[in-house]
């Protein structure tokens, strides 16, 4: 093993929505920072979501393979990236929800009260907001919780044909609102990612060295145990092993956590800051469906996603218990998650056999339906030998399908309304494939409490001083809503901590 002959401040892993935003807060301390980062720079036509090309499966999934319970291998939809999963995300950011952050009644369980409140998230949303360019408007939906500032730029215009959907849905006394969207105003890849906002304003900064296709394999610890001395690093199958006083992880939360337990020692024989024995645990990633509304009038196939409906999400008359988010996916053209819906697209395909997906997409609407997964020791990320399973079952799938059904009737009701709109809504009930992770959240979980939580409330691990995980294994519960906004508001709150802690 190589072992450099520097001595860093601090040490990022992963450059995601955690790592990379996090990196942009710190780099102007002038502190000596380095970030590992498994993957590359990703060349500019890799990331043009808008050819049909990505329809091609699995282009954005890892290089590698995990299991599933069964034993059962798959290739996960992982971006191994500099930006990571922002490199491909649908730049959808949207605050968690006040009630997010308390305990929750489901229908088939409770999600846990979070030790940090809506309140204390509020400013570091509004500095997220600001540095990921979020377009969108905070007046319309009844969810969404109060901003001490108007989001700073103007939400984006809908389509024509989602406008006219928008003004019916509002006749039906639903309140659909602009999604919030972070975007650059740069025409050739408009999308605000942690990339743009995060790791090339850090790398201005000449404290800051980052290294990619470095993957980070192990921690070591000093003989106590106490303190994270090296972190050690695949380099073109070189070892190499670097040395910080502080130590970052944000790999996503399966990433994360399988770091961890895989970092044993005689210390830790369970894994690194696993006394809870609770690292990997409580894996969340939201349940989803798409529905389709088909359409004799034709669209460009290639408008963005511009609008949510949150009227179910904390349940309605008939179903007093939370249901979750709509939003719609974009023309299908540009929508990157409908390549991961074969099943929808085989059924699609058979309803309509001399249907090109060109035609198919220009005549279409999809809506996504997204519902929270409730925390659940056994859906758990496992590390066994070199291989990694992830052992997942869905729950709280009646409140989903509730959600689908709600959405697939108020299409039916609005249909007439619409022009074009005819009878052919489908919704293959049918769950998310198990290789997308897109949510993935929890793993890590943050608390006061070392026996019922891995990080405390600044997401340092109870267990070793020196070592902090900012991604989304912290979230005691998932939401509703999509997760990169919080995961980045949170990296510039532990960042604060950092700043008083780096000094
Ligand atoms: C197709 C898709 C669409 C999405 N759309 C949205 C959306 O519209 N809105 C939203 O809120 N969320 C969306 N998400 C989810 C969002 O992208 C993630 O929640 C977010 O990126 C997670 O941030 P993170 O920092 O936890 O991890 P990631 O962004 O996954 O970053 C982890 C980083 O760590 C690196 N890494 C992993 N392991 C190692 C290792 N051992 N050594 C070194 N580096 C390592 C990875 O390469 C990566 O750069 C989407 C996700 C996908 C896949």
Known sequence: MIIDDQIYDLIIVGTGAGGGTLAAKLAPTGKKILILERGDFMPLEEQNRSNVDIFKRERYHAPEQWYDTAGEPFSPQMNYAIGGNTKIYGAVLTRFRERDFEAVNHQSGSSPEWGVKYADFEPYYTEAERLYQVHGQATIDPTEPPHSQDYPFPAIAHDPQIETIVETLSQQRLHPAPLPLGLTRQADDPTNDSEVSGIVPALKHPNVTVKTGAKVVCLHTNPSGRAVKGVEAE?????????????????????????????????????????SGLVGRNLMKSLMTVVVQLSTKPNSGAFPKTVCVNDFYWGDRDFPYPMGHIQNSGGLLTDIIFAEAPPMFSVLAKFMPNFGLKQLATHSI?????????????NRVRVEADKLYIDYTPNNVEAHDRLVYRWTDMLKTIEKEVDGFQRGIMHPRGEIPIQVMANQCGTCRFGEDPATSVVDLNCRTHDIDNLYVVDSSFFPSNASVSPALTIIANALRVGDHLLERLH
């Open 366 to 378: 999809g809506w996504w339906a997204q519902t929270e997964d409730l925390p659940s020791p056994n």
């Open 235 to 275: 380099i073109a199958g070189q070892s190499y092993l670097f040395l910080a006083d502080l130590v970052v992880l944000s790999c996503g939360a399966v990433n994360s956590a399988a770091l961890l337990l895989r970092s044993i020692s005689d210390r830790h024989p369970n894994g690194l800051a696993n006394s």
